[in-house]
């Protein structure tokens, strides 16, 4: 499975030629206007900077290789008062099993893990304010417990929403030796990917 950081909480995921573009974003401080040609596209709740499909041109339809799962959780740690439901999608190709997580605001119950399932990989929001903070994003991925794990929905200044963490201080919390900063915004996973992940972005930006 081939995985491309969009910027924000946007992701490409691509396996045998088929495009899945993940919580497509529009009007996020720094980055520039989204553009993505995909077959599909997944939403994890509809705010703005997850749900812009005006964004995304889709492809001619064609059988899917991915297993598409959902798992209802909260964009906060109140039921969903103040910030409404956040949906978490399961995506399996080729043996290869990854989360999006969305927007989760809260630690994941007992029922919910079980139905998340084992796991190679996990894109998690670690910025706080509007989803988990760093703490609470290690917490999710120590349960899930995940061969690796891609960061997202941060602030690494200028890019970004302003009022939310940097993704240093979820980086801080893990040993120095399972952090792995890519060259680029994509990474090909294999049986052998482990840790964090760190996508590129400023030669994201740059192509």
């Known amino acids: ?44 709740h509809h705010h703005f900077d997850h749900d812009y499909l005006q964004a995304v041109q889709l492809l001619p339809e064609r059988e899917s290789p991915f297993r598409v799962r959902t798992v209802e959780t909260f964009h906060d740690d109140q039921g969903g008062v103040l910030r409404g439901r956040n949906t978490i999608h399961v995506f399996t190709a080729d043996d290869t099993a990854v989360a999006h997580l969305g927007d989760l605001g809260h630690q994941l119950t007992a029922k919910q893990v079980e139905e998340i399932g084992p796991l190679d990989g996990v894109l998690v929001p670690v910025g706080g304010v509007y989803t988990l903070d760093a703490a609470g994003a290690k917490q999710v991925c120590h349960v899930l417990n995940p061969k690796w794990v891609i960061p997202m929905h941060y602030h690494h200044a200028p890019y970004g929403l302003s009022n939310v963490g940097s993704v240093e201080d979820f980086l801080r919390l893990w040993p120095a030796g399972e952090i792995h900063h890519l060259p680029g915004n994509e990474i090909s996973v294999t049986p052998e990917t482990a840790g964090v992940l760190v996508p590129e972005f400023l030669k994201m930006l740059d192509k």
């Open 1 to 44: 499975m081939h995985i491309t950081w969009l910027g924000h909480a946007c992701f490409l995921l691509e396996q045998d030629g088929y495009r899945i573009i993940l919580d497509p974003y529009t009007d996020v401080p720094g980055y520039p206007p989204l553009e993505a040609e995909a077959h599909a596209a997944f939403c994890s």
